[in-house]
């Protein structure tokens, strides 16, 4: 298991910045996306996806994973939405060209809403039908798919987490307990997902709070990092606390977190 950092983390550092300071943390792996001034160029991957990627390779830094995001938030251009599908797969195949030339893995989107006029069940047919050619499309080039289930999103429990798996086969789940644990799932109820996870983003939550400090929140994260061990699991473990005005997730200190999130998966490393 290894550890990276989220660039979005960092909103007000450019993204070479977040490199350095992913090297002084020594950690020197860096999980890239569209966000605030750390963000990379969406339009530049969509019109030149082998430039941006020599773009990326001179940052000379390990990048396990891109955030993409097809519209310009949570609901634009979302998996469940019929009428987005055919434009999404068309900027995923240049999206999936520049992850292979920049060497990045795995390609993280998020699954979709419940949009007016659906249920749960409507959201989640269409994002399955989209997901399955969404994952061809990845695995034609080398890369993995992985889905982020989330707070707002359709799959707000890991029971449809692991419907949605089982309608895609490959498709892989980047797993974030914070997204579960705030709305009041136990820890053993998403140890669940760890057989279908490929990244897992770490950060402290606890019921009602999506984000708190390490010592305020209810994830037991040595036995998190015991059952990716039981499983196996030898990805990245991305530290993912942010400064955003989402979900009361402003009022932690985003590098103090970091550090001693570095420190516990340390800790509980050395006593392997």
Request: aromatic share 8%.
């Amino acid at each position: 298991m290894k550890l990276s950092v989220t660039s979005w983390s960092f909103p007000q550092c450019n993204l070479s910045e977040v490199v350095g300071l992913s090297g002084l943390l020594n950690i020197h792996a860096v999980d890239l996306g569209y966000f605030y001034r750390s963000a990379i160029n969406k339009n530049k991957i969509l019109e030149d996806p082998e430039g941006m990627a020599e773009d990326i390779g001179r940052l000379n830094i390990t990048v396990p994973c891109l955030y993409h995001l097809f519209g310009e938030d949570t609901t634009g251009r979302n998996l469940s939405l019929k009428m987005a599908g055919e434009q999404n797969k068309s900027d995923l195949k240049k999206v999936a060209r520049f992850c292979k030339k920049a060497s990045i893995e795995t390609i993280f989107i998020l699954p979709g809403v419940v949009n007016p006029g659906q249920s749960i069940k409507e959201a989640m047919k269409i994002s399955a039908e989209n997901l399955k050619e969404m994952t061809d499309i990845c695995q034609k080039e080398g890369r993995t798919l992985a889905i982020e289930p989330h707070v707002h999103s359709f799959l707000e429990s890991p029971e449809l987490v692991l419907e949605l798996l089982n309608k895609v086969p490959g498709l892989k789940v980047i797993l974030d307990y914070a997204h579960f644990i705030c709305l009041g799932f136990t820890q053993h109820a998403v140890d669940a997902l760890i057989p279908f996870t490929k990244l897992v983003h770490l950060r402290q939550a606890k019921q009602g709070y999506l984000q708190t400090s390490l010592e305020k929140g209810t994830i037991n994260f040595p036995a998190v990092f015991g059952a990716l061990k039981e499983h196996a699991f030898d990805g990245y473990m991305s530290i993912e606390y942010v400064h955003q005005d989402y979900m009361n997730t402003l009022y932690n200190d985003v590098l103090s977190e970091t550090i001693k999130m570095r420190d516990l998966v340390a800790e509980w490393k050395a006593g392997l």
